[in-house]
């Protein structure tokens, strides 16, 4: 069409053109300073200056509501981040006409009617300067004299919301008497404080988590000026330095990040847990590096008042049954501090219904008990449950060895426990009668069926709106079981491409990479001999995946279809030790010295930390996984009890495994947590050498590497000629001599003689100091043996039991070397 013919148009055109150039402009105008002449608003952005972080009008997930933010800039993590809110219980309604500006020496929010909503309150200004607002590169917005730039009068440092930065701190102020808190969003799409914050003990150095700022339900112990007492694992020097500050305004808890290009962050998130993440940029996520609680069921009354949380089913939080959510909303959003509420009312709370069946109670067997119980002085258990049932406020009781204990009100705080665990109990829940089925009452039949119909549906609601979330988190599979996915066979053979990228195998199967839906990477492990059933490897795996540490690679999820048994695992770019320690890859000697300690604080948290003991059964460098950082991840651990009777029969095949077997998998006797202990010393060995213990050493030097670093030890020698030659003696010979005592230490014939992998980690750590260890007669068998340097033979079983009763006779002698172990603090 001739636009000279039509002006109405050539009007149009220019007037949209008019239009999507000044949208344009004006969604990228971005700002280095909030001052008396400039002020945010719209879709304005305030720029740090290295370009790290923005902050502007954001909305939360798919909230109608505006709020005055801080994230990462899109350049650095490519999903919008957000770290720190101005108004988090405050949002305005129109982001174009609220503003951000400064007003009376403070900066201010006005909302769309011009209406203070959030102001940094700052009283006075002694300086005639004007002040502004900036936007530090550590993500620190501040208010500072417009005349002195260094002189800071207001800090989002001191106001942190959930996030905390590095060089931000959690304080406690000395001229106030306040904590500095770290509260959690309310949920995904509101982020008003929520039901959790992290806070500092009063003026002690001891870091807290409380619920509803009264109930505290995990602690990080007492700092040593090193390490947390309770999570020494957070004394790793793979990503941050911490320090603690004292000084006469306020104590406080701060980090630094050793790499800059690292970007990490922690994060009281809504859980109730304290994580600590980090961005990935070859896979565009957040990595959860730490948290504490470990699992979610720890959190206090997480599932609110009649909710039950279950650590092996997702979501974790259930309504007892007669109960449904008091918001689905809410808990669609993964927020269940609501709690739940009764379908139908009690006979004693409803006086307006006569001739209504009699309350009964229903038996809730094996859960961890709720709080603040009341006892009740009774002869048996049928006056216990009268006792309750005629009380109006009762709602639930227990009875147990002769004593009662019943509950008014909400039940707070319930957990589902194991069949098998031992701190279970049977809670007696009050419902009402309609809640049962009977012969007797087809009416509360009738309205037991509809209410179960209601509640069915909105569970079912709700559990569809879980997995569509979920799904879109791993891209592929269904939940099942825990934070486990449950993967269906053909998923994986497409992720994986058919199996076709194989990064490696061993006794218990080949390991191949794959890519989810959502460019996640992944590893998936296909399992072979497994000799369970079904159920039992459900339960074994769904008990796996709820064991996280930083030093353990964490399980995602399975597949279990038929004799089709796979694992996955998050995928480690960094490979394995042995790609690193072996060939062409090198690592320095530090680096080699911390894999060695959070090897060693992985398997003690297998070994002391969990539940129940996991003894690995097969540490070697091929199990030792690296991540982005060279930070170790322990692999396959809990695969012992998935392969097996079998698993004796594959240790003694795997190639690279044999020459780490401790001398009782020879001798028959039960295996402890101390074959473990005996593997990763001889793994340690192989740290200094640079080669496997099993083969021959570059220089031409003869005889077997652990024995001769023993003997040279115990004479004295120089340690830096143990060295691999590529290090050309750059390392630290303190370092150097810790870990050959500390091996030679694990490999002793008698286990009673070998550390704990928690003693391992405090000498390596300089926490400890240790005697030289004797020379395990089986070192000695090996060097005089060397044919059979990889492998016991039958032959040889009699020399082990020889080595045996020497250990024995040597007793006094290594007892007094571990028991002679001091405290350098």
Not at 254 to 259: E, I, K, N, P, W
Not at 614 to 623: L, Q, R, S, T, V
Not at 635 to 664: C, H, I, N, Q, W
Not at 768 to 775: M, Y
């Amino acid at each position: 069409m001739d636009t000279k013919k039509n002006p109405w148009l050539m009007l149009s055109l220019v007037f949209l053109s008019f239009s999507l150039n000044n949208h344009l402009s004006h969604g990228a105008d971005t700002i280095s300073a909030i001052s008396a002449n400039q002020s945010l608003s719209g879709d304005q952005t305030l720029v740090s200056a290295g370009g790290s972080f923005v902050l502007g009008f954001f909305k939360p997930g798919n909230s109608s509501n505006y709020y005055i933010g801080m994230w990462y800039s899109l350049s650095k993590v490519s999903t919008q981040t957000i770290v720190w809110v101005a108004n988090r219980d405050k949002p305005v309604s129109d982001k174009s006409s609220s503003v951000l500006r400064i007003s009376d020496d403070n900066l201010v929010l006005f909302n769309e009617s011009q209406i203070p909503v959030w102001s940094t309150n700052l009283t006075s200004n002694t300086s005639s300067s004007p002040v502004e607002a900036v936007l530090r590169d550590d993500g620190n917005l501040v208010v500072r004299d417009g005349s002195n730039s260094s002189k800071y009068l207001w800090q989002s440092f001191d106001y942190p919301t959930d996030t905390w930065l590095p060089g931000g701190k959690i304080a406690f102020k000395k001229i106030t008497n306040e904590n500095q808190r770290v509260f959690s969003w309310k949920n995904e799409e509101d982020p008003a404080p929520g039901l959790f914050n992290l806070q500092p003990e009063a003026d002690t150095i001891i870091y807290i988590i409380l619920w509803n700022r009264s109930i505290q339900y995990w602690t990080s112990g007492p700092w040593d000026g090193k390490i947390f007492s309770l999570i020494p694992e957070l004394n790793s020097n793979y990503i941050c330095n911490f320090s603690y500050v004292n000084n006469t305004n306020e104590s406080y808890f701060t980090y630094s990040v050793y790499d800059p290009s690292i970007i990490s962050r922690f994060v009281m998130d809504v859980s109730g847990q304290i994580k600590q993440l980090t961005w990935l940029n070859n896979t565009n996520m957040w990595n959860m590096f730490w948290s504490q609680p470990k699992t979610q069921c720890e959190v206090y009354d997480f599932c609110g008042a009649f909710g039950s949380c279950n650590p092996n089913s997702l979501p974790f939080c259930s309504c007892l049954k007669g109960f449904v959510p008091k918001s689905q909303n809410e808990w669609n959003l993964l927020d269940y501090s609501g709690g739940c509420m009764r379908i139908t009312t009690l006979q004693c709370k409803n006086t307006n219904v006569t001739n209504r069946l009699e309350d009964r109670f229903l038996p809730m067997p094996s859960m961890a008990l709720p709080v603040q119980p009341q006892s009740v002085g009774v002869g048996n258990a049928a006056e216990c449950e009268s006792t309750c049932l005629n009380n109006c406020s009762c709602t639930a009781y227990a009875y147990e060895s002769n004593n009662c204990s019943f509950w008014v009100g909400d039940l707070l705080n319930l957990k589902q426990l194991s069949g098998d665990d031992h701190n279970g109990r049977t809670l007696n829940l009050k419902l009402a009668a309609s809640e049962f089925s009977s012969k007797k009452n087809n009416k509360g039949i009738l309205v037991g069926a509809v209410a179960g119909s209601v509640a069915a549906v909105l569970l079912g609601l709700f559990v569809v709106v879980i997995l569509r979330r979920r799904n879109r988190a791993v891209g592929t599979g269904k939940t099942v079981e825990g934070p486990l996915v449950a993967f269906g066979y053909r998923d994986l053979q497409n992720a994986t491409k058919n199996f076709s990228d194989k990064l490696g195998g061993g006794g218990f199967g080949s390991v191949f990479k794959g890519t989810l839906s959502d460019s996640t990477f992944i590893a998936v492990k296909k399992l072979e001999s497994i000799s369970q059933g079904e159920k039992q490897f459900r339960t074994e795996v769904s008990t796996i995946g709820t064991i996280q540490h930083v030093n353990l690679v964490r399980l995602r999820g399975f597949c279990s279809e038929g004799a089709r048994k796979l694992l996955v695992y998050d995928y480690m770019p960094n490979g394995s030790l042995e790609s690193h320690l072996f060939h062409e890859k090198f690592l320095d000697w530090k680096t080699r010295y911390q894999i060695a300690i959070g090897t060693a604080r992985g398997l003690t948290y297998l070994h002391e930390k969990c539940r129940e003991c996991i003894i690995h059964c097969d540490i070697k460098p091929e199990n030792i996984l690296l991540d982005a950082y060279l930070c170790p991840k322990v692999a396959d651990f809990g695969l012992a009890k998935l392969v097996g009777r079998e698993f004796s029969r594959v240790l003694t095949t795997m190639r690279g495994t044999r020459g780490y077997l401790a001398p009782e998998w020879i001798s028959g006797v039960a295996i402890t947590a101390k074959a473990d202990v005996y593997s990763y010393g001889m793994m340690l060995f192989e740290f200094v050498s640079g080669r496997r213990n099993s083969e021959p050493s570059a220089d031409g030097k003869t005889g077997f590497f652990p024995t001769r670093a023993a003997s040279l030890l115990a004479e004295g020698g120089d340690v830096l000629s143990l060295l691999d030659p590529r290090l050309e003696g750059n390392a630290d010979a303190e370092e150097i001599t810790r870990v050959c005592k500390v091996a030679c230490w694990c490999v002793q014939d008698d286990e009673t003689n070998r550390p704990t992998m928690g003693q391992v980690v405090q000498i390596l750590e300089g926490v400890l100091d240790v005697n030289p260890a004797p020379i395990p007669r089986s070192l000695q068998v090996f060097a005089d043996n060397q044919e059979h340097i990889v492998f016991f033979t039958e032959s040889s079983s009699s020399q082990s039991s020889q080595a045996r009763s020497n250990a024995s006779a040597t007793s006094s002698q290594s007892k007094s070397g571990v028991s002679s172990t001091s405290s350098k603090s």
